[in-house]
């Protein structure tokens, strides 16, 4: 697995380990935070090899396909 990868993983169960109360919403929890950060890291990438123009219209077709 890609480092950044595991990276974004642990950095989602602290999330986990640090907000959900009840031990059944943990994995549903998990799988939230972790695809919102790789799209967060996603877009984060995309704004440093883009201009800010274009770094909009991929944030507006990201948004717009994950809600």
Same mark, same amino acid.
């Given at each position: 697995m890609n480092e950044r990868i595991k990276q974004l993983a642990e950095q989602a169960w602290d %999330? /986990?380990?640090n907000h959900c109360? %009840? @031990?059944s #919403? #943990?994995? #549903?929890?998990?799988q939230q935070k972790f695809a919102e950060l790789i799209i967060a890291d996603t877009l984060k990438v995309a704004t440093l090899n883009m201009g800010y123009t274009e770094h909009q219209h991929v944030? @507006?077709? /990201?948004s717009g396909h994950f809600g």
């Open positions: %999330y /986990v380990d109360p %009840y @031990a #919403e #943990e994995q #549903e929890m998990f944030k @507006a077709l /990201v």
